[in-house]
């Protein structure tokens, strides 16, 4: 089981990940939000600098504000709970945690439940 992110309001589901750069072997760990909303999955833009990834295509994507920008697309293996999913295409955005979308929460069976905090006087 995992925890949720309460730094932010309402709290969000998330989740430890390794991301490999799979031409060099690199990897990094970190912070997942759960987003099922997303078709794709998206990497911080220092993730991508720090993992010395090369564009390997582009793509059109648009995000809540239904607006279309070609953005390059990143070819990485996604490691999360001791399940690897190889050559997963990603695309990087200004943020500090990585957004899980349907292309790598359909390889699983998720349950989401966030429990408050019971506090006693």
């Known amino acids: 089981m995992y925890n949720y992110d309460t730094s932010v309001v309402p709290p969000a589901a998330s989740l430890?990940?390794?991301?490999?750069?799979?031409e060099t072997g690199v990897a990094i760990n970190m912070l997942a939000k759960i987003d099922s909303g997303a078709a794709?999955?998206?990497?911080?833009?220092?993730?991508?600098?720090?993992?010395?990834?090369?564009p390997t295509g582009d793509i059109l994507a648009s995000?809540?504000?239904?607006?279309?920008?070609?953005?390059?697309t990143?070819?990485?293996?996604?490691?999360?709970a001791n399940y690897t999913i190889q050559d997963v295409e990603l695309i990087a955005s200004p943020r500090a945690y990585v957004l899980l979308g349907r292309d790598i929460l359909n390889h699983f069976i998720l349950t989401?439940?966030?429990?408050?905090p019971h506090f006693r006087p």
């Open 16 to 22: 430890p990940v390794q991301i490999t750069n799979p």
């Open 40 to 54: 794709m999955s998206v990497l911080p833009q220092t993730a991508v600098a720090g993992l010395a990834l090369e």
């Open 63 to 72: 995000g809540y504000d239904r607006k279309m920008t070609l953005l390059p």
């Open 74 to 80: 990143y070819n990485v293996t996604v490691a999360v």
């Open 112 to 116: 989401l439940e966030w429990q408050k």
